[in-house]
């Protein structure tokens, strides 16, 4: 019997939209809630998830209102432990993960190695303002993990759910040149990733995973777009006040 | 049929006692080859993990020796990678993680959450000499995960391969006093966590965990207290120096 199951959820979040993907892809049925980052409902932490983030996921219980959770719900967190339920949740109807060990092995050691490499580095470029550029050793590393054509390990599956919204944002950051870092340096390396020979893979990848329904139905670029230069003009004024 | 799995790994390092403990406990057949990280083979980079860490799995391929690993085995790595890899092998003939979908993510939430904790704020009491009481946060947060009694999940399972590596490390180090904190800090820390009933709960937990064969077998108390020892030696030694 099939549960029910909340999202709750942020446009906003590159780790909230591992899970929409995912979640897509599956073919659970689910509910979806969008959290207001900027104010949290004061049920959030209490409720459903005490660290006050998001993912969290509400699962099984009466079918409810997402705004008022059941405590008879059990309340789960952390995106890529998401990932991995929700791979679990769908294993016998859609698998989003292959079934053979060594490629389940392949699968998340792309995911540990891209993000640790990605994670760290983007959030001090587009925060702190460091130079675009430093992200291209992380992109190095995606893309002599992937193989030649494809997702990476094969059928589309969670690893390319963790990793898609990273460089989707990425892309979005950089093509508006909306981050702390130098203006123009963004817009500069948008036109390399997207025209030099050497990214090719990633661009293919990215053409891969972007032009799937589960993507396009979870991802909002004008949204981000608009966000990312808001915030960009006061990261860079708040800089520029500082000199 | 049961392919050839040769472990490298290292006595003194947590992370690949993580996968010594699930190894032992899935009962599959494997060679272990110990890593002198001081010194580490020539070969073992360029054939086994380009990361230069221990652990890593090599699978399948022919039964050569270890320090002449061959290209046709599959070399994997990530401590935490390999634990879900051992599971996976091991699912019918001896599970290492619940097979309930809720279960299997409170597992995982487990070990993410407890080592987020711990990794970084151990690291700075055992390396740079933070006040040893800045682990005890991080074990209320393992103490109000674990259930009321028995291992994180139910049976035993790979969360609990995860986290006693870490345990264990810690208490070798607290009650020898050898870290590069003040001395004195840690044996008094360690006689709390001895007594205080408000870590009874640990206390338990870590007599269950290294009560088993699994354990008794892969943990080298001595050996890591001599090593601990002479390495608090040195740090407390540049400590001085430096003031």
């Given at each position: 019997?099939?549960?029910?199951?909340?999202?709750?959820?942020?446009?906003?979040?590159?780790?909230?939209?591992?899970?929409?993907?995912?979640?897509?892809?599956?073919?659970?049925?689910?509910?979806?809630?969008?959290?207001?980052?900027?104010?949290?409902?004061?049920?959030?932490?209490?409720?459903?998830?005490?660290?006050?983030?998001?993912?969290?996921?509400?699962?099984?219980?009466?079918?409810?209102?997402?705004?008022?959770?059941?405590?008879?719900?059990?309340?789960?967190?952390?995106?890529?432990?998401?990932?991995?339920?929700?791979?679990?949740?769908?294993?016998?109807?859609?698998?989003?993960?292959?079934?053979?060990?060594?490629?389940?092995?392949?699968?998340?050691?792309?995911?540990?190695?891209?993000?640790?490499?990605?994670?760290?580095?983007?959030?001090?470029?587009?925060?702190?303002?460091?130079?675009?550029?430093?992200?291209?050793?992380?992109?190095?590393?995606?893309?002599?993990?992937?193989?030649?054509?494809?997702?990476?390990?094969?059928?589309?599956?969670?690893?390319?759910?963790?990793?898609?919204?990273?460089?989707?944002?990425?892309?979005?950051?950089?093509?508006?040149?909306?981050?702390?870092?130098?203006?123009?340096?963004?817009?500069?390396?948008?036109?390399?990733?997207?025209?030099?020979?050497?990214?090719?893979?990633?661009?293919?990848?990215?053409?891969?995973?972007?032009?799937?329904?589960?993507?396009?139905?979870?991802?909002?670029?004008?949204?981000?777009?608009?966000?990312?230069?808001?915030?960009?003009?006061?990261?860079?004024a708040e800089k520029k006040a500082k000199?």
């Amino acid at each position: 019997m099939v549960k029910q199951l909340t999202l709750y959820s942020a446009k906003v979040c590159p780790w909230a939209h591992r899970t929409e993907l995912a979640l897509k892809e599956s073919g659970l049925p689910y509910k979806r809630y969008e959290i207001d980052l900027t104010a949290k409902p004061e049920w959030y932490a209490p409720k459903v998830n005490p660290a006050s983030k998001v993912p969290a996921i509400a699962y099984g219980g009466p079918d409810v209102d997402p705004a008022e959770p059941s405590p008879d719900s059990v309340k789960l967190a952390e995106s890529y432990v998401l990932l991995e339920f929700i791979a679990d949740l769908s294993a016998s109807t859609k698998p989003l993960l292959p079934s053979d060990p060594v490629a389940r092995a392949k699968a998340r050691f792309f995911v540990e190695t891209v993000i640790s490499k990605w994670g760290s580095v983007w959030y001090g470029i587009q925060n702190r303002g460091d130079d675009p550029s430093g992200i291209l050793p992380a992109i190095e590393v995606l893309q002599n993990l992937l193989p030649a054509e494809g997702y990476a390990v094969g059928d589309w599956s969670i690893a390319d759910a963790a990793v898609t919204p990273f460089i989707a944002r990425a892309f979005v950051s950089l093509k508006n040149d909306a981050g702390a870092y130098a203006e123009g340096s963004g817009k500069k390396l948008y036109e390399t990733l997207q025209s030099d020979p050497k990214y090719a893979r990633l661009r293919q990848y990215y053409a891969d995973v972007s032009g799937r329904d589960s993507f396009k139905e979870t991802f909002f670029e004008d949204y981000l777009a608009e966000r990312y230069i808001q915030r960009a003009a006061t990261l860079r004024a708040e800089k520029k006040a500082k000199v």
